[in-house]
């Protein structure tokens, strides 16, 4: 049996009924859902989308949804975190868009977001949006193996799903050890060394995204398998006559 894992909706309500019906066709493989962060966005179809994760359809399996980016942000917004200013949001998306944010999002769905998880740990697997430094935090390919192997030890995890990046990839930590020296302005301690299992990091994609294209990952725990799945969606692009 499989977990599908998805990120990133945000607010595409299309991308979403998309995948959805990508996962039925395969549901009797599919034993659990999870949506990691980012479920709304600055869009009006939000509220919707949210709606339609919180009632599923017959037959669907009901999401296991935890705190992602926007989320973050709405909850900024509204004064339910420590961070008093939207700071990130402006930078990254102008007032504009934190206005649409402000306006899309009811402070039912807040008090909703208010209840979410950070994350998920499930057998051997931790399954969360950023890291659990930080939801704003994105592990990639290129992220060095240092903090890959820090971010996931920090649970005990051997497999970290992740959806902040917006991509799908995998990332491997072999078999090894790594020797540290922890030096003050008195000494230099011991040398350690930290034996490394092997591991490894998963981006699981974005639904929302990209107009026409949505990306997610399906899962065997058993076989520790990933697969990465695209699903094409919308009116076909092309030439007219």
């Known amino acids: 049996m499989k977990w599908a894992i998805l990120s990133g909706i945000e607010g595409n309500l299309t991308a979403y009924e998309a995948v959805m019906a990508d996962i039925k066709r395969q549901s009797r493989y599919i034993e659990a859902l999870y949506v990691l962060g980012d479920a709304i966005g600055p869009t009006p179809e939000s509220e919707k989308l949210v709606s ?9 399996l009901t ?4 705190k992602g980016w926007w989320e973050e942000q709405c909850l900024i917004l509204h004064g339910w975190s ?3 200013e939207p700071t990130d949001l402006l930078q990254k998306y102008g007032g504009e868009t934190v206005k649409t944010l402000w306006d899309t ?8 977001i208010r209840t979410l998880d950070l994350g998920f740990f499930e057998l051997d697997c931790l399954l969360i949006h950023g890291t659990t430094v930080s939801v704003d935090e ?4 290129d992220t060095s193996p240092v903090v890959i192997l820090d971010r996931v030890a920090r649970m005990g995890a051997n497999n970290l799903f992740c959806g902040r990046s917006g991509l799908t990839f995998q990332y491997h930590l072999e078999t090894g050890s790594i020797n540290t020296t922890l030096t003050t302005l008195d ?8 034996n490394v299992t092997p591991r490894q990091v998963v981006g699981v994609g974005n639904v929302g995204r990209t107009p026409g294209e949505a990306t997610y990952t399906l899962y065997n725990p058993n076989s520790n398998q990933v697969e990465f799945k695209t699903v094409r969606y919308g009116v076909s692009k092309g030439f007219g006559v």
């Open 52 to 60: 339609r994760l919180l009632k599923p359809r017959s037959g669907e």
């Open 82 to 84: 420590a961070t008093l």
């Open 138 to 141: 994105e592990l990639n390919p």
């Open 63 to 66: 999401p296991l949804i935890c």
């Open 105 to 112: 999002v009811s402070r039912d769905t807040v008090n909703w």
């Open 187 to 194: 000494n230099q301690n011991p040398q350690q060394t930290i």
